[in-house]
């Protein structure tokens, strides 16, 4: 628990960059529009196919539907409150830290892929973040405009890399819509993730309680940054569930191919 304080305290200390983090977070939202809007005009026009083999569609669609109250009666408004009372500032921060302890997955799946230039990117950026920028509370970096940034790729798209196969599509309880690969990676990449329960000094958990509320506490942040997407996802779509399905192939598309 010490170590959740710990980040919290860092989170205070990186207040002091207010106006310039204000300014960078104003970008990160707008990114976050426009790379919505660029992926659904890419299928809008599309209709879902009926043929597509999709074994679990009676068991999605229930998922998709109960996934969808929780986010409304539940996850929204603890989002919204947690939006409204902590500063964009701090959330940054957070945001930024979170991030910087992805390093180990990104750079990996980065090396698997031989993307090496990428690698060390991602090797430059933990440096100067963990060092310079507090822990990771500041992307040092971006501040700076240093022609380096953070390159996500997770063992999914590796795998997908190496030829394999998205298989049927899954829609996992809080997380939504996924696919057999997927799925397998995410407890391949959870391995490399400082948030897993962990008896070493690498993992920031020592219980299943301390990684739930870590895991939880980055989603709530993360989301509060983008708290008007799904409200759009939910107003555009006639059927939710094909809609989310298409739109999640979509984005896998696109980041296996960058």
Wanted: a negative charge; charged letters at 25%; one cysteine or more.
């Amino acid at each position: 628990m010490k170590k959740v304080v710990l980040i919290l305290m860092l989170s205070l200390l990186y207040s002091c960059n207010a106006k310039q983090i204000e300014q960078d977070n104003n970008l990160s939202t707008d990114e976050t529009y426009m790379a919505f809007d660029d992926i659904s005009s890419e299928f809008e026009n599309k209709g879902y196919k009926k043929d597509e083999f999709d074994p679990l569609s009676g068991y999605n669609r229930a998922m998709t539907s109960f996934n969808d109250s929780f986010y409304i009666y539940i996850s929204k408004p603890v989002i919204l409150t947690y939006q409204d009372v902590v500063h964009p500032t701090i959330r940054t921060g957070v945001s930024n830290f979170f991030t910087n302890l992805g390093f180990p997955i990104r750079f990996i799946n980065n090396l698997l892929q031989f993307k090496f230039q990428n690698s060390w990117e991602e090797l430059q950026m933990f440096l100067l973040n963990t060092t310079f920028g507090i822990a990771g509370l500041i992307d040092v970096a971006k501040e700076n405009n240093f022609d380096i940034k953070h390159h996500d790729e997770d063992f999914g798209q590796t795998l997908a890399t190496w030829g394999v196969g998205e298989g049927f599509h899954i829609v996992l309880p809080i997380f939504g819509p996924s696919n057999l690969r997927d799925t397998f990676a995410f407890f391949v990449d959870d391995y490399a993730n400082p948030l897993k329960k962990g008896d070493s000094s690498f993992y920031l958990s020592d219980s299943t309680e301390e990684s739930i509320g870590l895991r939880t506490f980055k989603v709530v942040n993360d989301s509060s940054f983008k708290a008007e997407v799904y409200d759009k996802i939910r107003k555009d779509a006639i059927d939710l569930y094909p809609y989310l399905k298409d739109l999640h192939k979509k984005q896998r598309e696109k980041q296996i191919k960058e």
